[in-house]
Nanobody, 123 residues
Framework: QVHIVESGGGLVQPGGSLRLSCVASGLSSWDYYAIGWFRQAPGKEREGVAQFNGDIPEYADAVKGRFTISRDNARDNAKSWVYLEMNDLKPEDTALYYC?????????????WGQGTQVSVSS
């Protein structure tokens, strides 16, 4: 059973930085097609922020050059870790950030989500 937990959100001033962490238990690096981060601001649809599509990192235009996604699959074959380093944060980055994994055929292509971690950017 796959269980995803995010952490690292908080309140930060514009121009500040945060590092989000995600641990996906029950999910090894061979068990997903893609893993990464989405966000949803109040009154807006959920949108992709950054992900690993296989081994290729992909970023939304709004965060390119400011956010960096990384992962660490070497620590435990039964878990996957994904991180999002966010720099030069802007008020428009305020949202609930979700970790997401698209399971492989072994997991029937299911999509897995965490509960989210809140990021607020305000002076």
């Amino acid at each position: 059973q796959v269980h995803i937990v995010e952490s690292g959100g908080g309140l930060v001033q514009p121009g500040g930085s945060l590092r989000l962490s995600c641990v996906a238990s029950g999910l090894s690096s061979w068990d997903y097609y893609a893993i990464g981060w989405f966000r949803q601001a109040p009154g807006k649809e959920r949108e992709g922020v950054a992900q690993f599509n296989g081994d290729i990192p992909e970023y939304a235009d709004a965060v390119k050059g400011r956010f960096t996604i990384s992962r660490d699959n070497a620590r435990d074959n039964a878990k996957s870790w994904v991180y999002l380093e966010m720099n030069d944060l802007k008020p428009e980055d305020t949202a609930l950030y979700y970790c997401h994994a698209w399971g492989s055929r072994l997991l029937r292509g299911r999509h897995f989500w965490g509960q989210g971690t809140q990021v607020s950017v305000s002076s």
